[in-house]
């Protein structure tokens, strides 16, 4: 490896953490190899536990071993990682800290995916992220150990001794947890649930399961009976399991599987004692998540024989509370503010998710900021958008639209997008502007190590074929609205500054930042300065 990988001096946990990600990097799928996969099938999938559990051997470690981390397993389309965060902010209200004088726990483990601007984001301890250092440390462990098993049956120790990028990954999240003896760890699914490389885990203390939709046809199926099949597949014999209001169908096969299963599986309304609580990720849509949540930590209290009153009633304990309050998801439903620009930012993958971006945005939006004649009573429904002199007022600040989606089909996303918008607000213009941008971070420096990407076509990405399509798509939905493409973050963010400063004082543009998360993270690079 190059540069100071072979030093493994703790003085150089910086120089080693680079190396680690550049080494992690090489475990990524390309995008041929992606196209061979969804050509053939989901047949693939039934190898994918045996593998596992494989690679989790040559690392040391047998699936049984995970149950002394008393896991947490959350599958879902839509707001899994919200749920799992939501979680660990509750869970680790029972660590100590001048709050909480009779502590429960002292290390809290938290495993979600993707991330946003630094791999490590994924493997948290006490809502933080590892350290430069110990994902080094623990990195350098796992890699290792899997050349040594590879030289020890005679095979080669180059990329074919490990695992792929997402299950290396799993395997260095397990191998860090125990190593750092977390009390528990929330586990968030890959793609799908049974054949998930996560699913290696054999006895959590709970399982859920958040809203499902439609994604990852070409390995879970197109049907939502389908994808509902995969995600029950972490359902455990006598653990229960809880999950959210479904569709009919999707609930209908879970709870078929929770009964082939022997699982007790229930289903968590709103909790009303929400209303009282101002949420730490505030979208409306997240009460579901956050109802979730406590009733997860709930069970997993339950279960190491915590007193807790029967469903809280009328009061949630001050632990509950704090953690809900607190939690802090960078890059959902976040609003980050600089001279000018409220720049509004959620990730938006499927058309669920989209919608609900939208709507989140939606809702962020002062009704003084709509032209007058778009207005309308709350507690009345909008009126149907026409075409008729609904454009928006010269005085209106503008309202900007930063959007990519490399990988999945864009064009529908930006018209779901378009359309609830549209809907929502009751104009045919929700955007004075709007750009397009690949997800390349600075024009000059190209990505940051950590947001390098090679499951998407280079040609198309340096093309900007997508962002093409998405100019096109766009003109045809609103053609007075300004559209702009660029090649990379950086050059759009300074785009929608220089529209900015065209308000001069006084003025703040709203821009909401959607689409892709490798997207979302690549903003926050450059909005924190990540190229400098």
Not at 289 to 315: D, T, V
Not at 492 to 517: D, F, I, N, P, Y
């Amino acid at each position: 490896m190059p540069g100071c990988r072979n030093t493994h001096t703790p003085t150089q946990p910086r120089c080693l953490a680079k190396d680690a990600v550049a080494a992690l990097n090489t475990l990524q799928t390309n995008a041929a190899a992606i196209d061979a996969v969804r050509k053939a099938g989901k047949s693939m999938n039934l190898q994918s536990i045996p593998e596992m559990t494989e690679w989790c051997r040559r690392a040391g470690y047998e699936p049984a071993d995970f149950d002394n981390l008393r896991p947490i397993h959350i599958a879902g389309t839509k707001g899994k990682g919200s749920t799992s965060a939501f979680i660990s902010s509750i869970l680790t209200q029972y660590i100590p800290s001048p709050s909480q004088p009779n502590p429960l726990f002292n290390k809290i483990g938290l495993y979600t995916s993707p991330h946003l601007r630094f791999v490590r984001e994924r493997i948290r301890i006490n809502n933080e992220p590892l350290s430069e250092e110990l994902f080094a440390k623990y990195f350098w462990e796992v890699w290792d150990k899997l050349e040594e098993s590879a030289r020890a049956k005679g095979e080669p120790t180059d990329k074919t001794a490990k695992p792929s990028y997402f299950r290396f990954l799993t395997v260095m999240a397990f191998h860090a947890y125990i190593r750092e003896n977390v009390d528990a760890a929330i586990i968030e699914c890959g793609v799908g649930g049974e054949y998930d490389p996560t699913n290696v885990i054999q006895q959590p203390s709970v399982t859920g399961i958040t809203s499902l939709g439609i994604d990852h046809v070409q390995l879970l199926g197109n049907t939502i009976e389908e994808i509902a099949w995969h995600k029950a597949g972490i359902m455990k014999e006598s653990t229960p399991a809880y999950t959210v209001p479904q569709l009919p169908a999707a609930q209908d096969v879970l709870e078929r599987r929770a009964v082939e299963k022997s699982v007790h599986l229930s289903t968590v309304q709103n909790n009303p004692l929400l209303q009282n609580i101002k949420l730490g990720l505030s979208a409306p849509f997240q009460h579901s998540n956050a109802s979730l949540a406590i009733m997860l930590a709930s069970a997993h209290l339950q279960s190491l024989s915590y007193p807790l009153p029967s469903l809280f009633p009328s009061k949630l304990p001050p632990e509950f509370t704090r953690g809900l309050e607190q939690v802090r998801w960078p890059g959902r439903c976040e609003i980050r503010r600089e001279k000018g620009i409220a720049w509004h930012l959620d990730s938006g993958h499927t058309l669920e998710s989209i919608h609900l971006a939208a709507s989140w945005f939606a809702s962020e939006i002062a009704p003084s900021s709509l032209p007058p004649q778009n207005q309308h009573h709350p507690s009345s429904p909008p009126s149907t958008p026409t075409n008729n002199n609904t454009n928006r007022n010269i005085q209106t600040p503008p309202c900007i639209l930063l959007f990519n989606q490399q990988t999945r089909d864009a064009p529908s996303l930006a018209r779901a997008l378009f359309s609830t918008l549209s809907t929502t607000l009751a104009t045919p213009h929700p955007f004075t502007h709007a750009v397009f941008c690949s997800n390349l971070t600075f024009k000059t420096s190209g990505y940051r190590p950590d947001l390098v990407s090679i499951n998407t076509d280079r040609q198309k990405v340096e093309g900007l074929e997508v962002q093409k399509g998405l100019r096109d798509t766009w003109g045809k939905l609103d053609a007075q609205c300004t559209v702009e493409v660029k090649g990379s973050i950086e050059e759009a963010v300074g785009w929608v500054r220089g529209v900015a400063e065209k308000e001069g004082e006084g003025t703040e543009v709203k821009c909401l930042v959607t689409g892709s998360v490798h997207l979302v993270g690549g903003f926050l690079e450059v909005l924190d300065g990540g190229g400098e």
